[in-house]
């Protein structure tokens, strides 16, 4: 069989986007030979608080920003999907776009507490998995329930560079010298970045999905 891109699915709120992600998504992109990255950008996390959350139109801009010149795509299409939690989503997304082949990065944060999402194991069983290192967490990450789980699952990352012969579940871990910035940081440093995200944007002013090419409202929450 023939089969369209092999693309690697970021998650999170980005809230604000910032390098660090970008450096995170080229590495992988390079690392599994992938042919594009997507960010999807949550309407809303269901494991943060909404508070100090900025509307999803200056957290897709922000994305919309950092993506340039790269193979990375910031999209928000949960909202189109209607759904919120990553199981959902997942399955929805292999669903609408049966010939891409699809993996799912996340953090070895994310994997700490990857046994609190929402049927986990599913998510495990509908596409791989790549874990990447982010300092003070690994620990946590490798004793984590989800750990324990996913010990017999392990693959090495020549395994993924081959998606005609890819399995799920299968969990990689990639190692790199990851970049120390975070959300939290820049938002302490600049409390006021949704709204300078979005100047000169108004109600009646659209920037576009790079995935759906669907308008995002100026002052979409």
Known sequence: ??????????????????????????????????????????????????????????????????TRGARIRATAIERELGTRYTADTLRALVQRYPKRRFVWLMG??????????????GIARVMPIAVIARPGYD??????????????????????????RWSAPALVTLRFDPDTRSATDIRKADPDWARKTLEGHDGHRLSRDAVTHRPICGDAA
């Open 139 to 164: 620990r946590g990450a490798l004793a984590s329930p989800a750990m324990a789980w996913f010990r017999r699952y392990r693959t090495s990352v020549t395994s993924l560079r081959h998606p005609a």
């Open 1 to 66: 069989m023939t089969h369209g891109p092999v693309t690697g699915l970021l998650g999170g709120s980005f809230n604000p986007a910032h390098d660090g992600h970008r450096r995170i998504s080229l590495f992988a992109r390079e690392a599994l030979a992938l042919d594009e990255v997507w960010w999807l950008v949550s309407p809303g996390n269901p494991l943060k608080p909404a508070s100090g959350m900025a509307p999803l139109a200056a957290r897709l801009e922000s994305a919309r920003k950092r």
């Open 108 to 121: 070895a944060d994310n994997l700490a507490q990857f046994h609190k999402w929402k049927d986990w194991r």
